[in-house]
């Protein structure tokens, strides 16, 4: 079966997410610059992941972060893991890295 053709908000959305995990406390311009998006587009996504939970706005700036959901959601994916299903990830994302 070939790879299906992905969705384009979707994979903006987890860019967003996955670029937040190493720059916490973000404004959505340097979001929007970092991953090349229109900031209205930026907002939108951002405006998603806050209402779903995932992302939070410092209602004393304009910065965001990512919310103790994703944190909690990512902690309990690890949770369920095997160990050779975790070895596997682990591995093929240091091939990835490394190409």
């Known amino acids: 079966m070939g790879k299906t053709k992905p969705i384009q908000s979707v994979v903006r959305a987890m860019e967003i997410l996955e670029y937040m995990v190493n720059h916490n406390h973000c404004r959505l311009q340097e979001i929007s610059e970092a991953l ?3 900031k209205s587009t930026t907002y939108t996504l951002l405006s998603t992941l806050e ?14 972060s990512l919310s103790i959901s994703c944190w909690q959601l990512g902690a309990i994916s690890r949770q369920n893991l ?4 975790k070895s ?4 093929e994302h240091l091939a990835d890295s490394v190409q």
């Open 36 to 38: 090349s998006l229109n």
């Open 88 to 91: 596997r990830w682990l591995l």
């Open 51 to 64: 209402q779903k939970g995932y992302v939070e706005r410092d209602p004393q700036s304009p910065r965001y």
């Open 82 to 85: 095997f160990p050779s299903v």
